[in-house]
């Protein structure tokens, strides 16, 4: 059996950020068209699913390497076959290499920055048909920063 190392997580979510909060102003609006209470507004607010980050997370694709050269994902997604505002879910996995990228040791820093960006951008790409989008802001704000020559040695 190759020795796989896991590098990092990235979650999938069924809409993006600012689409779900115009979706639940708009639900929030319908019926509290007034703002009469703001105690109204808070509970229709939980009721429409809460805060959009970790509430609306339908998958997730998690980074590692396998073997000596190869950064492969697994993708896992909920088992639901509609995926809509729930807070009952079961993730399974889906594909052990939902991307399978080569690499060298002798690569640099900047170089293997870059296969991981490549790699993050073509899950991106295939879940972009289902209008799903990813959660990328941690891993773009730290990606130029680490030590890749050293994490995958």
Known sequence: MLKSK????????????????????SYIEKINSDNSNPLISEH?????????????????????????????????????????RTRRKTFVQVSNSYCNEMFSKSESNLALAQLMKNAVEHCENRLKNKNWTLDRELFDNTVDFIDWKSLLN
């Open 6 to 25: 896991k590098l990092f997580e990235i979650q999938v979510y069924r809409t993006k950020e600012n689409d779900y909060y115009n979706e639940m102003r």
């Open 44 to 84: 229709l607010r939980k009721e429409y699913g809460g805060d959009w980050k970790y509430n609306e997370i339908i998958g997730f694709l998690q980074f590692y390497q396998y073997g000596e050269n190869q950064i492969r994902c697994e993708y896992w997604d909920t088992e639901a076959t509609r995926k809509v």
